[in-house]
């Protein structure tokens, strides 16, 4: 009784699944779009909300700069260039289908960007945390899961790099291994380590250098 209950459940499960299978397949012809397709364009809209919100990023955080807190420092017209750029990624949104309902919060994060991006410096380090463009990356990557079945979101953080891993990986099986393949997609946030330790490295005997100088002159310590 008991196997032929396994047997059942196991059976559901499976129908389940092809059920499943059979919606995304159709999701997809509704849309006109393939599964290749639809990763190639998640990929372009993941390599261009990297280079618009987070180019420049605190080692191992999603938190950091672009070409979007950039465009900030040019009063208005930077962050009028900056909402027509932003409006890529919304247009690739909607070649993947996804509905313009699902996109307003992103457009709407895209107008406070702008607006505040017009205030001088505050605008800029405010650009760390409004991120239009991965907010639109996130919508549509959430949308492809649930209408197409798309769940893969190793290109998503660290597109370039990612495709240049890919390309090294057909090549040799080295770059397969899943810590070499760990360390290239972080060589970034390695390199910002260092670059973050040699700098408080170089501002401790900084101050070290000047207090000692000040104790010298005056008598003091």
Do not use: C
């Not at 559901?12 to 012809?29: F, G, I, K, M, V």
């Not at 649930?146 to 495709?163: A, K, S, V």
């Amino acid at each position: 009784m008991d196997k032929f209950r396994k047997l059942t459940k196991r059976s559901s499960a499976e129908t389940a699944a092809d059920e499943r299978q059979t919606s995304y397949q159709l999701n997809l012809a509704e849309q006109g779009l393939t599964r290749a397709q639809v990763i190639a364009t998640e990929r372009k809209l993941a390599k261009f909300a990297n280079a618009m919100d987070s180019v420049v990023r605190i080692p191992f955080t999603k938190q950091g700069l672009g070409a979007d807190a950039a465009l900030s420092t040019i009063p208005l017209a930077g962050d009028l260039a900056g909402l027509a750029l932003t409006s890529y990624a919304f247009i690739l949104g909607r070649q993947l289908g996804v509905p313009a309902s699902k996109m307003t919060p992103a457009v709407r994060l895209a107008l406070i960007d702008m607006v505040v991006g017009v205030i001088p410096g505050i605008g800029t380090l405010l650009d760390i945390f409004i991120r239009p463009s991965r907010k639109t990356l996130s919508i549509v990557h959430q949308h492809i899961h649930d209408e197409y079945g798309i769940t893969d979101t190793t290109h998503m953080d660290r597109p370039f790099l990612y495709q240049q891993l890919e390309n090294k990986q057909r090549s040799s099986r080295f770059w397969r291994h899943p810590i070499t393949a760990w360390f290239y997609l972080h060589i970034p946030d390695i390199l910002g380590v260092i670059v973050i330790a040699i700098i408080g490295w170089g501002l401790w005997t900084a101050i070290s250098w000047l207090l000692a100088a000040v104790s010298k002159l005056t008598g003091f310590g």
